[in-house]
């Protein structure tokens, strides 16, 4: 692709931010991260930021290259990006579309409800004096719950999910599952599901993982 490394312009704790490390972690593409971009702050939601990703989101990659400069938005249209011999997803089209769909669900629902609703609140309480609301975290408890019982039926179907091999879809999910096992007990909704329980458990011992899953905040 490119000797310069790309940059992940975000915060590391992201668990967007962390999909995209993972790929360049698996696809050993040189890469950095952070709001400094070539030696300048870049504000977030600042013009900048807003002319790269028009809802001033997180993350964008930023390639420089001889004669163009490319800042991608979007997750998942960043991975497939980065993963240009497309080994991270399947060959078969029809698996490809359905890898594709998955990564969709992953980054839209499966984030709204277990990031967005349920993890935020711990990260970035929203309560009296900067307290976690324990009242909201219990009212959406059960949707995440809900939630995490959706992909462990997918993990008993023919997913991408499923398969040995490492794919977007995988890097999409790991973050957020790993998020969730590190909270508290009763808040860690991964014991009541064996398999997602297994799937993270495998997936944290890929090198990428061990290396970018690594601190507790979101
Ligand atoms: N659809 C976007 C969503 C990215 C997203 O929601 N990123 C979060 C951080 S993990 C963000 O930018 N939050 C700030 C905001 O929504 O204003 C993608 O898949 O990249």
């Given at each position: 692709m490119t000797t310069t490394p790309v940059h992940i312009y975000g915060p590391s704790f992201s668990n967007f931010v962390r999909t995209v490390m993972l790929v360049c972690e698996e696809k050993q593409i040189a890469y950095t991260v952070g709001f400094e971009v070539n030696g300048s702050e870049i504000t977030f939601k600042g013009e900048q930021h807003l002319n790269w990703h028009p809802f001033g989101k997180i993350p964008v990659l930023l390639e420089s290259k001889t004669h163009a400069e490319l800042a991608l938005a979007e997750t998942a249209s960043i991975c497939r990006y980065l993963d240009t011999d497309k080994q991270l997803q399947p060959s078969n089209s029809q698996d490809y579309a359905k890898h594709d769909a998955l990564c969709a669900l992953i980054s839209i629902d499966i984030d709204k409800v277990l990031v967005r609703e349920y993890l935020l609140e711990f990260s970035f309480?929203?309560?009296?004096?900067?307290?976690?609301r324990f009242d909201v975290v219990k009212e959406v408890q059960p949707k995440a719950a809900a939630t995490i019982a959706i992909i462990e039926k997918m993990l008993n179907e023919d997913t991408a999910l499923s398969s040995q091999h490492f794919t977007i879809a995988d890097a999409l999910l790991a973050p957020m599952l790993h998020y969730i096992s590190c909270l508290p007990a009763g808040f860690n909704l991964l014991t009541d599901f064996p398999k997602v329980a297994q799937y993270l458990a495998d997936l944290m011992t890929r090198p990428s993982c061990q290396k970018v899953l690594i601190t507790k905040k979101l």
């Open positions: 309480p929203k309560g009296e004096n900067n307290s976690i």
